[in-house]
């Protein structure tokens, strides 16, 4: 078993056909045709199968892909890391960003790191807590911002922000920052909520629980941006933190307050892996994404957030 061995079977997975494979490795079909031979017969089993969808892995040659890709990944990352650069951070990076901060994170971070860190390759992933979360525990993220959740066997949880969850309504429902609404009234409404299963509705479905009501549930979805769009339409309220529908309010096109009775909060914690090198480049994020968040909360561009422990002693 070799790399090219190892590229060809990716690229063979990802393209769907030997033939845009060969293209995309600059090699004939017949030379990515014997790799994929050669390994399969090394390896006992049949990796793809033809069909009228083109070349389908089997679940041999899924496994396979999957651990031949990670195998490429930390080989490229090795490269990156010790490139001949005196002084200077190397290597590559993949952050995991909650889809509600992405738009007060994601230009910010990637500004710095450009600036004060050439050399890093950073790569940004946008998801809910519970896909970031498999994604790390998988070697897929360097680290990433989740919801409600301490240290385990598998990662290190740093707490960074905790921050108060609104009450989102169409702008005509003219609700106001300065005017909290009971959780009570709010979930009274035909609610637009996030899925089952998702970190978010786990918040809400427990202050739910708390104050002992009901939700007059009308859409579930895995996408915060319809959460709003059906809102905005006249759907329904919904339940978001405020760093997620600031820029809304802001223009208009939605109306927010904080829920009270119960106040509802979600934490937000800075996972990393416990097991494995944290390399130079990986520390070198990890402080330009906690400089973002304090800086966000300290110029109140983050709604009704908190600094937590660490994050409060260092500013």
Not at 137 to 145: R, S
Not at 166 to 188: F, I, M, N, T
Request: net charge neutral; glycine share 6%.
């Amino acid at each position: 078993m070799d790399l090219k061995q190892l590229r060809a079977l990716v690229t063979v997975a990802e393209a769907g056909s030997v033939t845009r494979a060969a293209e995309l490795l600059h090699l004939v079909q017949p030379a990515v045709t014997r790799q994929i031979r050669t390994l399969e017969q090394e390896l006992g089993v049949i990796l793809f199968e033809r069909t009228r969808q083109g070349m389908q892995p089997t679940a041999a040659g899924t496994t396979m892909v999957e651990r031949a890709r990670r195998a490429l990944n930390e080989l490229e990352r090795a490269r990156a890391e010790i490139r001949p650069a005196a002084g200077v951070v190397t290597g590559i990076v993949t952050v995991g960003l909650l889809d509600s901060a992405t738009g007060l994170l994601a230009e910010p971070l990637a500004s710095a790191v450009l600036r004060d860190h050439p050399g890093i390759d950073l790569r940004l992933l946008t998801a809910y807590s519970g896909h970031l979360q498999q994604w790390l525990d998988d070697g897929d993220l360097d680290l990433t911002l989740l919801y409600n959740l301490a240290s385990t066997p598998s990662l290190n949880a740093e707490p960074l922000v905790r921050e108060r969850l609104w009450a989102v309504a169409p702008a005509s429902a003219g609700l106001r920052a300065d005017r909290p609404v009971p959780l009570r009234e709010a979930v009274a409404h035909p609610l637009v909520v996030p899925a089952s299963g998702h970190g978010l509705r786990s918040v809400i479905d427990a202050a739910a629980t708390q104050a002992r009501v009901e939700m007059n549930l009308v859409v579930q979805t895995n996408s915060m941006h319809v959460q709003k769009q059906l809102v905005r339409a006249g759907h329904g309220w919904t339940i978001l933190p405020g760093v997620g529908i600031a820029q809304d309010v802001a223009d208009g096109s939605l109306s927010a307050a904080p829920l009270c009775d119960p106040e509802v909060w979600r934490s937000i914690v800075l996972g990393t892996p416990r097991a494995g090198r944290v390399s130079p480049a990986t520390r070198a994020v990890a402080s330009e994404l906690t400089d973002r968040i304090r800086s966000a909360v300290r110029e109140g561009r983050w709604p009704s957030a908190e600094l937590q422990d660490r994050a409060v002693k260092d500013t």
